[in-house]
């Protein structure tokens, strides 16, 4: 990519500098490291993580493209371009802002559409862990119905896809899995052997989280295979709610709550409210957990369309939460790595939970989410019978150069990549949003056949 030796050529004239002149290289290697922008937490006090984010279905209500451009807006006014555009500009604005963002198969396509310019501020973000990629699969996938070779190969294309794009500091150390509906042991097996950090959920079963709320079990280690033993230990968190905000603290721009008013020479200023509603919050959050440090979620579905309407108020909150005397609560932006970071200076010995899995999903006691465990059999059966071509054609694409037809095998693997969504494969989306991953489907057999004919020949 062009930015990249743009950028290399004047890091390399530095680097030339400080060896003529004989300063150590590691101070100049330190200030480009990744994920060493968390802000610092403060020791007795409980730190409230504010994680800034953006739920972006690859699909459900409305197609990946639809919800991509913002089409349809009698179905939703909602478009993930506009999403990326103001929560990259909102991010420049200010360096102690963070942002998450998880679905690579969007990020792709915006990504295509951005200059030079746009492209250089966004990797110095992801350069100074300002904006930080978590899972990075190519969708959030679900956990039941896909076929453990499909889910290996939507997490690869989206990782290698943000490797090549960004590096280093590119490559998620969280996964993210907060809205499928229930997990499985196999799932995070497959997390641990790829080398993250830990997981975090958004749903597990109401009785559960009930218990663990109460018995400050929501963190643990989770050893999804047993005969690992504690080699295949995995950190595993589960956030108090969902992944919505606090209740009266959504700040997106649909909401009904109020903002942070706190101008004196304005009418209607009710900082001081709003911040003590907030610390109660937190502090309630806080005794369903193990350390002083507790998640807020700050984001929910399609959210940050507007961001400065999110952050604009977040600023506030962590302005005069952190400002009011004797305060017992401390409010930082913050990610799940820097999250993670700060567990750990904890030395907690974490509960643990053997080989199950989170199944089934009862969201309360009249709603179990079973059905889509086989709902849109047709569907299911044609993404598996697609993920047999794209084994296929994975292995005879070996025989030919490199990039002969890449752009074919990567149709195929990108409609193989939506379909693993939580409202994909699952058969959650509509009836029209199932029609257009096999359209998709059927595209990338089309093309795959091309390269699987070329191998052959
Ligand atoms: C990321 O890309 C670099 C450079 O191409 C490569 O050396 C490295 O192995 C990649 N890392 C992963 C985790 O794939
Ligand atoms: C806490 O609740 C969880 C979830 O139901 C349960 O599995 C676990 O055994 C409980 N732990 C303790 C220490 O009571
Ligand atoms: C961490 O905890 C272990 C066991 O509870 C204890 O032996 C050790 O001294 C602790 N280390 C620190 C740095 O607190
Ligand atoms: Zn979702």
Redesign the pocket.
């Known amino acids: 990519m062009g930015i990249t030796s743009r950028q290399r050529f004047p890091r390399l004239l530095i680097t030339l500098c400080l060896v003529t002149f004989g300063i150590p290289l590691s101070s100049q290697e330190d200030k480009t490291k990744c994920h060493q922008a968390c802000h610092p937490t403060v020791p007795g006090k409980i730190n409230a993580h504010i994680i800034a984010h953006t739920h972006d279905d690859v699909g459900w209500l409305k197609t990946v493209d639809q919800y991509y451009y913002g089409s349809k807006k009698e179905h939703s006014q909602l478009g993930v371009q506009y999403i990326l555009d103001s929560v990259t500009s909102e991010l420049a604005k200010n360096k102690d802002r963070r942002f998450v963002y998880v679905e690579t198969s969007f990020f792709w396509r915006w990504w295509e559409e951005q200059n030079e310019y746009v492209r250089v501020s966004v990797k110095e973000l992801v350069d100074q862990g300002r904006l930080e990629f978590l899972l990075g699969g190519w969708c959030m996938s679900d956990e039941a119905s896909p076929h453990y070779s499909a889910l290996i190969d939507q997490m690869t294309l989206g990782l290698k896809y943000l490797n090549d794009t960004f590096g280093e500091c590119g490559q998620p150390k969280v996964a993210w899995q907060i809205d499928p509906f229930g997990h499985s042991a196999e799932v995070a097996l497959e997390f641990a052997d790829m080398g993250f950090d830990g997981v975090f959920f958004g749903r597990i079963d109401h009785?559960?989280i009930a218990?663990?709320k109460?018995?400050k079990?929501m963190e643990m280690v989770w050893r999804p295979d047993d005969t690992l033993g504690p080699e295949g230990d995995f950190f595993t968190g589960v956030m108090y709610n969902i992944y919505d905000p606090p209740a009266g603290f959504c700040f997106d721009t649909y909401c009904d709550d109020e903002p942070i008013m706190d101008n004196p020479k304005l009418h209607g200023v009710n900082v001081n409210t709003r911040v003590s509603e907030f610390i109660e919050i937190v502090k309630k959050y806080a005794q369903a957990y193990k350390t002083n440090n507790v998640i807020i979620t700050m984001g929910g579905d399609f959210n940050y369309v507007v961001a400065s309407s999110w952050f604009k108020n977040i600023d506030k909150l962590i302005k005069y939460v952190n400002a009011k005397p004797n305060s017992e609560v401390n409010v930082l932006y913050s990610t799940p790595a820097c999250y993670l970071e700060a567990l750990n200076k904890e030395n907690i010995t974490w509960?643990s939970?053997m080989d199950d899995d989170f199944f089934p999903y009862g969201s309360d006691e009249h709603s179990y989410w079973t059905g889509y465990y086989t709902s849109r059999p047709t569907f299911k059966y044609f993404v598996y019978q697609v993920n047999v071509a794209l084994q296929m054609t994975k292995q005879l694409k070996t025989a030919l150069p490199n990039d002969t037809l890449a752009e074919e095998q990567f149709l195929l693997q990108r409609a193989m990549g939506i379909a693993q969504h939580h409202d994909a494969v699952s058969g959650t989306e509509r009836q029209h949003v199932t029609d257009d991953y096999s359209l998709y489907l059927y595209e990338g057999v089309q093309a795959a056949m091309k390269v699987i004919n070329a191998a052959y020949r």
Do not use: M, V
């Open positions: 009785e559960d218990l663990r109460k018995n079990t509960p939970k």
